[in-house]
């Protein structure tokens, strides 16, 4: 499995724990927007998103 893969499966299973984590603490459909849009700068400095996702 390609580092990139590995990386993208870690961030995929690290966000989701996060948001099951948050939904539970602070409510169901409330975003970690400031959570979500530093993760999607990693996510695209790693080169796992494209730049205009």
Avoid at 12 to 28: K, N, P, T
Wanted: hydrophobic share 35%; charged share 30%.
């Amino acid at each position: 499995m390609t580092l990139e893969k590995r990386l993208g499966d870690q961030m995929s299973g690290l966000r989701r724990s996060v948001m099951e984590y948050h939904s539970s603490a602070i409510g169901h459909g409330v975003l970690l927007t400031e959570f979500e849009e530093r993760l999607r700068r990693l996510e695209r400095h790693v080169g796992l998103l494209p730049e205009g996702h």
